[in-house]
Each structure stands twice: as C-alpha cells, then as structure tokens.
C-alpha cells in the first residue's frame, strides 16, 4: 500500500515467508491497473535488487520486500546499491535465519546487515510500516542512500489492525517525483561505478578522480547527518498527516524513570504494557525504544539514558560470541557520554518465541534483583 | 570433547510415524477401494501398487489386499487419480459419520 | 513521543477451525466490525505459521476501547469460537478458555449436551444446515464461517449486527455479502444458549 501511494515505477521481488503477501498484493495492483509500475519477475532474491539497482540507477523509484535468507541473498547487492547511493526503498518482513529453519519472527536478518551502508528504520505497528515507506522515499530521496523498513514478521506482517491510509492526493503533495541526481544517458553518456584506486589519478582526460575511501568517507559522513533528515521528514510528515516521527527513538515514561527497557519494533508496545505492570509494583522504569538503528541516534539514546541508574536491554538477535547488537551500540554510545549505569542484555523471542509484557517485567525484576552487572547476555525463557 | 550428545548442536528429525499428529483428521473425503477392480486383488499378484508408489504419506500397505491407514491418510485423493482401473472411489467423510463422536465424554 | 497510556480492557477471542474453513477469514470480519462498533483498538490474526487444508487451525481476534499493545498469542480467551465440533476431540479447546467465558459452537447439538461440568456459558447454533440451505457453498464445501459471527453477536452482544453487515460487505462481492450476512442472521436466530452471558468485569 505504501509503495502504490507512493507511486513507485518498479518493482522486482522474489516471495519469502513471511514477506509473500506484499508482492502478492502489488503485483494484484499492477495488474488491475491501479499502480501505474512495471512489476519485474525475478529467479531470487540477488537479482530482485539488481533489477532495483538498475532501475533506480536510470532513474525510476524503485521497492522490493524480503525476508530472512532472502535479505542474506542480497548482501553483496545491498553494498553495492549503498555504494551506488541509490535511493531504494525496501520492505524487510523481520525472519530469522537457518539453519535449523524457522520462518518466525527474530532481527537476525536485518542486524546482519547493519555494515551495508542502509538506513534501518523498524516499525511498532502496521501503521508505522506504512508511513515509513512513504517517508522512506523522500528521506533516501534527499540523502541518496537506501532505506530497509524493518517490521516484525508474522507478529506485524499477517497481524490485521487499524491503519490509516492516507488520500493520494496528500501524499503527492507530501512526496513530489523523484528527480534522479544522475543522468546515465544524457548528452555525454557515463560509465558508473568503475574501479576506484586507493590514491587519487588523473583520467585520460587530464581530470583528477577521486579515491575509493572517500567514496567511504562520504558515505559515512552522510549517514551521520541523515539522523537530522530522519527527524525533520518525520515532522513534516506529522504536519500533512497527523501522526508525528519527528524523533529518532520513542519514549515511553521515561521521565524520572530510574530504570529503561530499551526495546525495538514491535517489543516497544508490549514494553510500554510491562512499565506500566512494573509500575504498579511500585518501580519507577521507563521504554526508549528505538525507531531508527542506521544511523545510530547515539546522542539521542545518551540523553534519553542519562537519568538511568539500570538499562535493560532486549535484542531479538545475536552477535555470536558477543552479545545483542542494540547492546553493544548502546553500550557505546553511553561511554562517549561517560554515563555509567548498569546494564543487563536479554536475548528475546529468537525464531518467533512469543515475548509477552509479563516475560519482560519478569526480565526486569530478575535484574533489578541481581543488584548490579550481569555478565554476558542473559536467555530469556530458554534452559538448555 | 563432552562424550554426551549435546540435542542443541545438529538440528535433526528421525524418521518417525506422525510427525504432523494423526493427520487422518484433516480428512474430507475418505478413499474407498472397491477389491474386485483393484489389480493385485483381482489377480492375487504383487504388482500395480501404484497408490503405494504415490501416496504422499505412505499410508497405502503393500499387500493384498491392499490397505490404507486411516490414521494417517489425509484424503488427498492422489491414490484415486493414478489408479489405473478407478478401483478407489473419494467419498465424503460425513457419510461416515462421527455420530461415534460422543461430545459429552470429550467435554473434558 | 509518547504512547498512550490508558487502560484498557481487551476482549480476547479465539477461534478454533480447520485449515480452508475460514476462521481467519472470520477473526478478521469481526476485528472490522469491532471497530465499526466503536473499538478503536482491534487485532486479528491467525496462529503464526504453515495452515494446511483440514488440519486445525486458530485465529485470534482482540478488541479494545483503547488502542491494543500486546500481540503475544492469547492464552486464555473470554470468548472461544469452534468452527467444528468435532476438534473438541482434537483439540483442547476449553484450555484456552477463562473459566466464566464463554463457548460458540457450530453443532446441531444443543448447548445443554456440552462441558455441563463446568461454569461457563456455551452457546450452539446449527450453521451448517443453514449454510447448506441457504446455498453458501463454494467447490462442495459448506462455508460456515461468516454464519458463526452471527451466534456471536447473539452470544455475547460484544457486536452488532448492523456493524458486522458492513464488515461482511467490505469483504465480499455484493452478491456473495448477501448470501454471507442472510447466513449470519439465520445463524443469530438459531443461536441457542445455555444461560446468559455478560462479559466478566475485572479488575485491573
């Protein structure tokens, strides 16, 4: 729905549980008439993105949807579409990754592709996976770098709710024609992306190319300015339509709050249900959770942190032989800001394990019992 | 290395009955072999067998005469459509009644 | 930003059914008039995973004054559907269900024949003689489960009538939402119930 209000022109996808519905849906678009885009069939996932490459390389405004080890087919096109700064729009139905098999719901997929260059945005509900693809747009659009936005399979993807869906009119308004900075085939044709050296060369021409780090550099630089562009569309989106993202990480109670849950997609809501069972029993806890991890909103977690004597954080992935990455990142982020509070990291709901309110509070209460630091990450309803 | 086998290292599934539960169950219509028109019963030889040959979930025994176990079969009719003598009619599974399905005693 | 933060009563159900019956397709139909009544916090969904033709399958549906939080699969329902009678044998049914909740069951059977051992209301309606009569059949198989939203309404008053008209008419083609919904008021007429049931009120 968000990829027909936003007028895309092509699309190529390949179907993946939990993402199926979403390519069943446009392609019934397409062919109705109703979504004036060329709907390309593919054989798998590593081409779905390269068609998508291509297309928006001359110029049209491109999505895709995948999941799980269809994301993982991507990777080396997921660089290269980052690397070519294109603006790319793709909807990630959260999966987690074999072997052994599983089709649910965890964050390992997308996690394994924080290094790409992408910007993640991940959803709470069905309505923010609606308003990020049509923000999606206008902020990959601005900065020239694609956007996966993250929703948690089957416990958002095949959940039926509520969802406002904007008039096209409005959305035209909000989201103008996309006007490619790059014109492949103009009067002087041009030959992208070839080999960079590692120093700067003059061309045959005479002219002085630039290095391949720089390419890097920039890149880099630009996603630690789109935190601004994220925050700024988010606003001005609120403005046109009435729901307001103009922050990079949602905040639940956390004023006065001695002790933050810190959550992402879905894990947001059911946490803001477990502070308010917390707060009952009388402890003063608080949900950040975060909305955007590329960029990392290290500054806007530090000062949302900065009044926590305990954070508890729950990561639906696993950096193997470490721990959650969202830990890790925070952990981080606060010893810049030189805050010290202890921190506990659960690893939650892996391959769809259901991660009700009441596991979280329990979560919580076990660590504030402990009194301190635990080492290494904790399972959580997992005895092995 | 620990001698004991650890379950949480190889992900495995041995070969068992009922993986999926007495997916009989799931069962519409229900095949009925009529032994006069089925190859091995009528010449009392092993051969044709092919409802055993392409039942998805093994439930047809190879034997004379031939059997199908009702815990298992799905009704998925396939033994019907490659029967080369028709010998397998699908009929509803209401025809055969669950009026043996005594709510009262199941209430619990 | 900052979340909503009000209380909220969450009405659970659960629907019990086979794979091709169209409990999820019905989870959604009453999450849609739910909502149309006035809920503004509704979820439907299906039991995540594979659904298989005639294996048994469930489906959720949770509605709420206030905006719904939670989307763990729902443990113990006010109010438990079961498409076909036959899965009480199957299934646990009446695990999932609170002990002063009440059960809505396809059967010709009346609701005295059912769980007479324990308090909870049952509800019974012959939705597939009406189906049948009525001609909701689609490739031989009787289509009941838009019928069972009207033993619902009658049931347990959570829902209207009128609301779930409209919700069957967004779903169906014209033709095929009037065949649906006369099934649904026939199904309403012909619900018989063992007592009265009002949702239980709660605490917390």
Known sequence: MGAKLSRVQVIAAYPITP???????????????????????????HSALTVCISASTVGARVFTATSANGLAYMHEQLHWAAGARLPIVMALANRGLGAPWTIFNDMQDSISQRDTGWMQIYCRDNQEILDSILMGYKISEQVHVPMMVCFDGFVLSHTVMPVEIPEQEQVDAFLPPYVPHLQVDGPEPININPVMLAEPRANAQGVACPSYMGFRMRLQETLEKAGEVIAKVGGEFGKIFGRSYDCLLWEYKT????????????????????????????????????????????????????????????????????????????????????????????????????????????????????????????????SV | MASEKDQFVSACATLTRGEAGKTGDWRAKRPVIDLNKCTPCKKQKDTCYLCWLYCPDGTVKRRIPIEIDLTYCKGCGVCAEVCPTKAIRMEAEEKFALSECSIQEEAE | ??????????????????????????????????????????????????????APITATTRFSRTPIRTLTPTAKAEVVVVLDERLMQVVDVLGGLKADGLLILNSSNPPEKFCADRDIAVATSDANSIAEEIGLVVAGTVLINTSLLGAFSKASGLVSMESLEKAIRKNFNPKAAQLNFRGAQLTYEATRTNRVWHLPVRQN
């Open chain 1, 255 to 382: 004023e006065e709050a001695d002790t933050i849950l810190l959550t992402m997609g879905s894990l947001t809501n059911e946490a803001s249900l477990a502070v308010d069972m917390l707060r009952e029993k009388g402890h003063k806890t608080g949900v950040v959770g975060l909305r955007v991890f590329r960029p990392f909103p290290a500054q806007q977690l530090r000062q949302a942190l900065s009044g926590a004597k305990q954070v508890v954080i729950f990561d639906k992935n696993i950096s193997y032989g470490n721990e959650g990455a969202t830990c890790t990142e925070t952990k981080a982020a606060l010893f810049e800001g030189g805050l010290r509070p202890s921190i506990a990291n659960y690893i939650v709901g892996l391959g769809g394990k259901p991660v009700a309110a009441s596991d979280l509070e329990g979560a919580t209460l076990e660590f504030l019992g402990m009194k301190g630091r635990v080492n290494g990450p904790q399972w959580l309803g997992i």
């Open chain 3, 1 to 54: 930003m900052v979340l909503n933060d009000k209380d909220q009563t969450i009405i659970n159900v659960t629907w019990h059914g086979r794979g091709g019956q169209g409990a999820v397709t019905a989870a959604m139909i009453l999450a849609e008039a739910a909502y149309i009544d006035g809920y503004r916090g509704v979820t439907a969904a299906p039991f995540f995973g594979v659904e298989r033709r005639g």
């Open chain 1, 19 to 45: 993402q199926s519905k979403i390519p069943e849906t446009l392609v019934k678009y397409v062919e109705s008439g109703e979504l004036g885009a060329e709907f390309i069939r593919v054989e798998s996932e």
